[in-house]
């Protein structure tokens, strides 16, 4: 079973559709923070590569480790990951991004 190469084929497409999206906006940087807004305290992702609930763990323990990130969570079902912001916080777009790579998944466009 090429798990590996499913992944990589996910993360390669994630990033073609993660350039199309800031291209489109007409912004080529990520924001360097991201903050829930004054309605909701949680955010959410699309993450690509996560194939079972076995690939749940891995990732939200690597994004709780995050500052200011309360709690973490992911479904693969539907391809998302849901922060919860500890109250008044913002998080690093970046550290989300690289804890979503630690784990081997590949973090797509913020959809809420
Ligand atoms: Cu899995």
Known sequence: MSHNGYKIMKSVTACVLFLLVAGLTGCATAPPTVSAGD??????YEVYGMDCPGCHGGVEKNLKKIPGVADAAANWKEKTIVLTLAPDEEVSHAAVEQAVKD???SLGKRID
């Open 39 to 44: 309605t909701a305290d949680t955010i959410t």
């Open 103 to 105: 784990s081997n998944f």
